[in-house]
């Protein structure tokens, strides 16, 4: 079992910089792939960003590539996303995700196995 929190969500003005974190429990957190995905209001959960285990291969969506920056640090279990050049269209809540290594569609939400309870983050015009 893996328990994930979120921490770090808040309120930017457009242009602006936040990074999200993502604890995750459990002693296997390396092997995990982990991924962020953000829901906006009436709208569905859509992917984000993605990084394999050793941190090696990362997957990101068009919409934030050049601006946002998934990485990990394994020694202490957390998962992070940079995000800069924030856009109004970027606010919404952001969820944490794990899933087996295995996974191979890292894009589609049913390939992971654990979800955090979402932060949310609002970018104003």
């Known amino acids: 079992q893996v328990q994930l929190v979120e921490s770090g969500g808040g309120l930017v003005q457009a242009g602006g910089s936040l990074r999200v974190s993502c604890a995750a429990s459990g002693r296997t957190f390396s092997s995990y792939v982990m991924a962020w995905f953000r829901q906006a209001p009436g709208k569905e959960r859509e992917f984000v960003a993605a990084i394999r285990g050793s941190g090696g291969n990362t997957y990101y969506t068009d919409a934030v590539k050049g601006r946002f920056t998934i990485f990990r640090d394994n020694a202490k279990n957390t998962v992070y996303l940079q995000m800069n050049s924030l856009r109004p269209e970027d606010t919404g809540v952001y969820y944490c995700?794990?899933?087996?290594?295995?996974?191979?569609?890292?894009?589609?939400?049913?390939?992971?196995?654990?979800w955090g309870q979402g932060t949310q983050v609002t970018v104003s015009s």
């Open positions: 995700a794990a899933g087996e290594p295995f996974i191979t569609s890292v894009r589609q939400p049913r390939g992971y196995n654990y």
